[in-house]
Each structure stands twice: as C-alpha cells, then as structure tokens.
C-alpha cells in the first residue's frame, strides 16, 4: 500500500527548546507593538476630539455626545482617522455645525467645495508645522471660526482686531515713515474693497470711509487729510455715476425676453440703492468730510454737489417709477404665471382692460413715468410677457403632435387660441388709443413688432396643421360607381406623396415658436401661395 503523506511542519523548531524556537516571542512582540500602536492613535483621536470640543465650547455629557456623533457617523469617523493618519499628510480640515443649539451635530471634512453650506458655523483647522499630530502637539493646531456671513466677519476682525494692533504706536517702533505708511495704505485699501464688495453682495453701493485715525488724529496733516478725502470723492464719484446711467433699457438689450416683473424689480432696486446712498451722503462721517474740503477750498467741491442734486433726482424718480409700477405687479404676476396653464390661459385677456387702464392713468398722472420711451418699453415687456404664456400653453413639441392623428384638431384649437389672446390684447390697445388719440402718439412697430411676428408664425403653424387635418381624411376615402376603383387609387396616390412631404415637418427638431429661428423660413414658401 502507499504510504500516508505526511504534512510539513511549517516550524520545523516545534516541540523544541524556546531559545531554538524564536516564533512565539516573535509574534507576541508584534501583538504587542500593534496594540501599543493602537493605543497611540487611539490617544490622538481622543485628542482631536477634545480639541474639537473645545472650539465648540462643549464639556461634560455634551462632550460624550459630541464624540458619539464622531465615532458612530461613518463620513465624521473616517475623516477623524485620516487627520491623524501620517501618512495622508493632511493639513487642514473643516467642522460644520449643522443645527443651533446642538452642538454635538457636527460634520467634519477633509476637503472644501462649493456644494457647503455654512448654516450655523464652522471651524476651519490648519496645521502650520511639520510634524505628524500628536497628543502633545494637538494644542498647536490652530483654527479660526466661519459664520454664514465671513465676508462680514472678515471686515469686522480687520476693523476690530489687525487696524487698532497694527495703527498702535507701541507696535510701529521698529518701522520707518514710509514702510508705516505704505502698510497702513495697503490696509485701508483693502478694507475698503471688503466694504464695497459687501454692498455688492446686498444689492447696494456702500461708499468707502476713512479710518478714524484721519478723521481724528491731530498729528495728520491737513494736506495729507485733504488728499486722501479727496481720493475718496472721486471713488464715490465713479461708484455714484455707475447706478445714475443704469436704465431699464439696458435689461432689456441684454434680455430682449424680460417681462415687466424686471422692470419692477429693476426700479425697486435703484430706489433702494439711490436711498442707501443718499442716507450714507447724510451720515456724520460724510458730512465731516464735505465740511473740511469746503473749508479747506478743495475744486472737487463743485462736482460733487452738483452729482449730489442727480443723486436726488433719480432717487425720486425711481422712487416714483416703482410706486406707479407696484400699481400693476398683480396683473404681471398673473401674466407671468405658469400654473394650470391650460385651463387658465384662454382666460388671460380679463387682465387686458385693467392692465391699459393703470398704463393710460399712469401716462397720465406720473411726473416721470410719462414718456414715449418708457410706455413703448412697458408694452414691449408686456407682449414679451403674453408670447411666454403662449409658447407654454402650445409647446414647441407642437409638430410631434401631429404626427398623431387625434391631437391635430387640438394643436389647432391652441393655435387659433393663443392666436386670439395676442389679438385681444391689441384691440384692447387701441380702443384705449382710440380715446386718447391726442396724448397717445406711440409707433406702432416698435410697440407690436416682437408680437406681430410672434401671430405670423402661429398663422404659419396654424396653416400647416389644418393642411394636415384635411389631408389625413384622404386615407379613408372611397369612391363607387363605374371610375371608382381609379379614383379610390388617385386618392391613395395623393396621401402617399403627402405622407412622404410631411416626414420632413415631423423631424424638425429647432423650437418652431422661436421667431428668431430662421430655418423655419423655408416652410413659409411651402405655403404662402395658398393662404
């Protein structure tokens, strides 16, 4: 028989003496370095965790919690292990907290983009030196905390905290004349660009001030003061001119779709902006400013009252502009509406006659509102405002529609429908035209042309769909008596060549409604000789 084979001891030094079998103390030191190894890291994550509370000012059971929420959220535990990880070499992180009043609902990251959102705070943490975290080291890790305004933040600590160290006099002993002043000029400099970006961030213009120090300080020169004032009544002057030229007529290059809702919003927002600057124009500060250029002769004195008397004027203008155009934000909301389009549609020209009303009483009445140019703009916007409605309640998937037999007769019904809203609209112009034919001398091209062209294409459209109707009756047609075979097939003849001629329309793939599309033009020959 054959022999047994026999397994090889993988320790040949098994069952002998411990000083020839080494293995034992070997694995045994491993376990041993790995669990003290364990430990250590243990002890800085342990350590984070404390520096993290810390910073979010927790202690006692708070504590415990805060940490569960650590360990226990896979996303939390993970970005722990690899701050203190050597070996990923991270440098800085991120702590969101994401509910107020509950400290222990944190996040933490590895990694910023732009999909965070600050809702309560944060804490970005950053390692300057080189050695790996530690639990000695841990309190070396610096950080700084991030509200959900740091634009704002930013500008109250360079107010509050880099301006009062570094103006301090204690600390510009070591520096010369010109390297104080070349800093401090840098500074204020940048604190000015962090104000006007907040006012931008707002909506607003906020006008750039000086430090205190020059406002107060006794050992500044008068000279020095007069320029550096005058610097600053130049930069309000560019910021000023900027929201003076502004007009609604730039939008509307810019979105030659707008609505009238743009326009409101456009007048509301330089009202406000106009009253913030006239507001800080009045301030304490401002007016300190004026009175020490004026006592001192400064020429710039001249320019600025007179851009303060266009301030005034386009305030009150806008101010006017937007109380009149508030008059009618029902009638454009509606106008601008979305909702249940098909079944509230056809009912849009109840808003017809109220809507020509305010505009005739507004024309009428308003010390501002009562130009050419601002009327024809306002009825632009509004027939920008009705062809949006039209084009949701027809689709540009009209011509797919089409291709199916039953929905032809409906794609007709909202042509010719949105075909008689734009043409209520117009009539209930001119009726109103018709009454104040003397006051009301508006061209009627730039008042209907978007919309003339806009019922052209639906004519256009509306002519290709009802050829369509009447041509797929050909199908179904059969003639008896004697030629009746013939005509039968003639018939059949025809609505082949149809079905052939009508593939082209079903592969159009641009948005038909669009009148600015011009590959729609070919079409119009197809038809223009039997309309």
Request: hydrophobic share 40%; charged share 25%.
């Amino acid at each position: 028989p054959n022999p047994k084979p026999q397994t090889p001891n993988p320790n040949p030094l098994e069952g002998k003496p411990s000083y020839l079998n080494p293995a034992p103390f070997f694995y045994k030191r491993m376990q041993e370095e790995n669990e003290a190894q364990g430990n250590k890291d243990q002890l800085v994550l342990d350590a984070l965790y404390l520096k993290i509370a810390n910073c979010l000012g927790v202690k006692g059971i708070s504590f415990e919690k805060l940490k569960k929420s650590l360990v226990d959220n896979h996303e939390n535990d993970a970005a722990c292990k690899d701050i203190v990880n050597p070996k990923r070499g991270i440098e800085h992180f991120i702590v969101l907290q994401l509910t107020a009043g509950v400290v222990e609902n944190v996040q933490v990251r590895t990694y910023i983009n732009d999909s965070m959102v600050i809702k309560v705070k944060g804490f970005v943490f950053f390692r300057l030196f080189k050695d790996p975290l530690s639990e000695r080291n841990m309190s070396r890790l610096n950080f700084f905390e991030v509200n959900k305004k740091p634009l704002q933040q930013l500008y109250h600590l360079l107010q509050e905290v880099y301006v009062p160290i570094l103006q301090n006099p204690r600390n510009q002993k070591s520096w010369n004349e010109l390297m104080s002043r070349d800093l401090m000029e840098r500074l204020d400099s940048f604190i000015a660009q962090t104000f006007l970006m907040l006012g931008k961030m707002q909506g607003k213009t906020f006008l750039p001030l000086p430090q205190n120090r020059l406002l107060t300080s006794v050992e500044v020169a008068d000279k020095e003061k007069s320029n550096s004032f005058e610097s600053l009544l130049i930069i309000w002057t560019k910021q000023v001119k900027k929201i003076l030229d502004t007009e609604p007529e730039q939008i509307f290059k810019l979105h030659p779709n707008a609505d009238p809702l743009v326009e409101l919003h456009f007048w509301n927002s330089k009202a406000e902006n106009l009253n913030s600057i006239h507001d800080q124009l009045e301030g304490p500060v401002i007016v300190k400013i004026m009175q020490f250029l004026n006592d001192s002769k400064s020429t710039f004195i001249g320019q600025f009252d007179k851009m303060r008397l266009d301030i005034e004027f386009s305030r009150i203008e806008a101010n006017s502009n937007f109380l009149f155009l508030s008059t009618m934000e029902e009638e454009f909301k509606k106008l601008g509406e979305t909702s249940n389009n098909q079944q509230e549609f056809p009912q849009l020209p109840e808003i017809f006659v109220p809507l020509i009303h305010k505009i005739t009483l507004i024309y009428e009445t308003s010390l501002h509102y009562n130009t050419a140019s601002r009327v024809v703009l306002l009825m632009r916007e509004i027939c920008n405002a009705i062809i949006t409605r039209c084009k949701d309640y027809i689709t540009d998937e009209v011509f797919l529609k089409m291709q199916m037999k039953d929905e032809v007769h409906e794609v007709c019904n909202s042509l010719q429908i949105a075909i008689d809203v734009c043409t209520m609209f117009k009539d209930v112009y001119f009726q109103y035209k018709a009454k104040k034919n003397s006051i009301w001398k508006f061209p009627h091209n730039s008042l209907f042309c978007v919309l003339d062209s806009f019922m052209e294409r639906c004519y256009d459209i509306l002519y290709i769909a009802s050829t369509i109707q009447q041509f797929n009756k050909l199908e179904t047609y059969k003639f008896g008596g004697t030629k009746g075979k013939y005509l039968t097939e003639s018939m059949r003849s025809i609505f082949n060549e149809f079905v052939v001629a009508n593939k082209a329309i079903h592969e159009i793939t641009y948005k038909v409604l669009d009148t600015e599309e011009k590959r729609f033009d070919w079409m119009r020959g197809y038809h223009v000789g039997g309309r």
